[in-house]
């Protein structure tokens, strides 16, 4: 897949439940596209590693055991879109978790488009991994991994070729993650619905909102997004 390093992509929001795919595809597009991925979760264990005055905020927060405010995350990402691998475009991953994030974020981008140092600045790519409930199940509670290799398999799309065993690392045994278990994954998808689906409410009514079939193979829905992207710039 040849990587298009010259191609101004802009900001990429991917939205979809916990198990859509979202961080592969991320990957991909950054692979691609030569732009960077902005990982929330990244950009706040970068700050408290670092010990900036952000960081420094979040950690006092995070001791408190109360989740980071939507400021200091904004302020965070602000921080991390105006350096300069940023200027063709990203894939914002993480973010925007609230409609409140995704109004902030419009808000500086309507700012940054008419910031003339930066004129590869547009507003967001925003696509949707739709994914059936019941596959979201299959996809996140079959999978498992590798503890000496890393390999991830899936019991009901990818299994390995002996139950519960690692085809590469001697049949080292496979295990699951604690987030893929089901009594933790339905809290998740319950938060997903009552937070994070506002995000892409909100994009709907702005007619920015585009959906994918995620339920596709992983290169189909791939190939659906580089369309997609290439599509809106061509």
Known sequence: MAQETSRNVGPVVLLGPPGAGKGTQAKRIRERYGIPQVSTGD???????QGTELGIAAKAVMARGELVNDDLVCDM????LVLPDCKRGYVLDGFPRTAAQAGWL?????????DNSRPTRAWPIVISLDV???????????????????????????????????DEAHGTKLVTRNDDRLEVLQPRLTA?????????????????????NGDLPMDDVTGQIFRILEDHHA
């Open 192 to 212: 997903y619905q009552e937070q994070t689906r506002p995000v892409a409410d909100y994009y709907q009514r702005t007619g920015r909102l585009i959906s994918v």
């Open 132 to 166: 059936d409930y019941n596959q979201l199940l299959l996809r996140i509670t079959g999978r498992r991994s590798c503890p000496t290799c890393g390999r991830i398999y899936n019991v009901h799309f990818q299994p390995p070729r002996t139950d519960e065993l690692c």
């Open 106 to 114: 419009d808000a500086l981008l309507d700012h940054e488009l008419f």
């Open 77 to 80: 990402v602000q921080q991390r």
């Open 43 to 49: 950009l706040l264990r970068q700050n408290v590693v």
